[in-house]
């Protein structure tokens, strides 16, 4: 099976930059992503990893360690509207269903 | 360019009923995974259907069941509801059998009493 860990919960100030961590255990290994959901809202594509190393999108990047079944997802320069929950995921070995964590509900603060 | 629209927004139905809830994907997309996300925790995948045929299944008992249109559209109908059926209903379309990028719609909010 599956299973994935990350933080319950993640408090940082407006401006500053929040790291949330996601460890996994999976039998097979096909990629990591990173979903944000805003309370009554739909989870959005955030970004995704299938090799080692940092990917960057804008204020957001996501890293992957294959070999320690760890990744995190990184916030640069936080704004209110950045207040979410944001999950990481595997995907199965076909690639075609994701195992969602328990999510990490960051709050922003002024 | 519509994207993923899900239908009703709000249930509340009677331990015992049925219930099905309805899905549309994004246009371009063929494949409609959905998935039962409880309260403080992260959407668990029920199934996958494309071309019309459950592709994959997760770990929910036969009172889960779907179906899939010609025009890709697709229902989650669940059966003799349970109190600990209550959860938001997400419904994800990707093309290809793929779950690369899901567009998740904002689900529907069904609440067993």
């Known amino acids: 099976g599956q299973s994935l860990e990350q933080p319950s919960e993640v408090t940082a100030v407006e401006g500053a930059i929040v790291q949330i961590n996601c460890t996994y255990q999976t039998s097979g290994f096909y990629g990591l992503s990173w979903y944000q959901q805003h309370d009554g809202g739909a989870p959005t594509f955030l970004s995704y990893n299938a090799l080692d190393g940092l990917e960057e999108t804008g204020r957001f990047s996501s890293f992957l360690s294959r070999s320690d079944s760890y990744g995190y997802l990184l916030l640069q320069e936080l704004q209110m509207k950045d207040s979410a929950s944001y999950f990481c995921?595997?995907?199965?070995?076909?690639?075609?269903?994701?195992?969602f964590g328990g999510g990490t509900r960051l709050m922003v603060k002024p | 360019d519509a994207g993923v629209t899900q239908s009703p927004t709000h249930l509340i139905k009677t331990r015992g009923q049925q219930v099905t809830l309805r899905c549309s994907p994004k246009?371009?997309?063929?494949?409609v995974s959905w998935y039962q996300q409880a309260l403080g925790q992260g959407p668990q995948f029920i199934f996958q259907y494309y071309e019309e045929e459950e592709r994959q299944r997760g770990n929910f008992p036969d009172r889960f069941s779907g179906h899939q249109f010609p025009n890709y559209s697709s229902e989650l109908n669940v059966n003799a509801l349970l109190l600990g059926d209550s959860a938001l209903y997400l419904c994800a379309s990707s093309w290809g059998q793929g779950a690369y990028g899901y567009t998740f719609g904002s689900g529907t909010r069904l609440t067993v009493v």
């Open positions: 995921a595997v995907y199965n070995n076909a690639g075609n269903m994701l195992t």
């Open positions: 246009s371009g997309h063929d494949t």
